[in-house]
T-cell receptor, first 113, second 112 residues
């Protein structure tokens, strides 16, 4: 069945440095979503990518969907303390069902001031 | 518009007991999904309901079950609790397939 792998698991950066997390799937994804979970909070939707090679930007965040629709990345430019949290990618469910999401294990972003 | 509401927020149960968690989706959303979140395994999909029908199920034992009511509220039940069931249980609602999921605050279950 489909698996969504995410790396790195943890990333320590100095405030102001850039950060990137990568998501890879064993199968082609119809779409991919990204979520952010602050410490003690719940996942919050950031964006959805659908098209092959798609690139979307939200202020300092840049999201990419690979040409083969098997990988994706989230890049944050000049991190700030408000960026702290865990970033998850999520694809359609395993097993061919149409509903639910398969999440990567997330990348924990830790920022040192 | 009110968000996704999960009750209770915290729960402590003893091994062997059963537990029922509740989720009220965003008004108008008919899709409700449940996830188990643990530090080691991350977010794992339990099941998804749409208009009272279970449309998809994750790889969890039969002790985990759920249902959805006609008003779209959903419950999940875990019977014969094990220590390993300690986790944050998150509910998410969606307006439709392939749209963004809105998560509730979760229920923190501790099994002792």
């Amino acid at each position: 069945g489909q698996q969504v792998m995410q790396i790195p698991q943890y990333q320590h950066v100095q405030e102001g440095e850039d950060f990137t997390t990568y998501c890879n799937s064993s199968t082609t994804l119809s779409n991919i979503q990204w979520y952010k979970q602050r410490p003690g909070g719940h996942p919050v939707f950031l964006i959805q990518l659908v098209k092959s090679g798609e690139v979307k930007k939200q202020k300092r965040l840049t999201f990419q969907f690979g040409e083969a629709k098997k990988n994706s990345s989230l890049h944050i430019t000049a991190t700030q303390t408000t960026d702290v949290g865990t970033y998850f990618c999520a694809g359609p469910p395993r097993g061919g069902g149409a509903d639910g999401l398969t999440f990567g294990k997330g990348t924990h972003l830790i920022i040192q001031p | 518009k009110a968000g996704v509401t999960q009750t209770p927020r915290y729960l402590i149960k003893t091994r062997g007991q059963q537990v029922t968690l509740s989720c009220s989706p965003i008004s108008g959303h008919r899709s409700v999904s449940w996830y188990q979140q643990t530090p080691g395994q991350g977010l794992q999909f339990l099941f998804e309901y749409f208009s009272e029908t279970q449309r998809n199920k994750g790889n969890f034992p039969g002790r985990f079950s759920g249902r959805q009511f006609s008003n779209s509220r959903s419950e999940m039940n875990v019977s014969t609790l094990e220590l390993g069931d300690s986790a944050l249980y998150l509910c998410a609602s969606r307006s439709n397939r392939n749209t963004e999921a809105f998560f509730g605050q979760g229920t923190r279950l501790t099994v002792v």
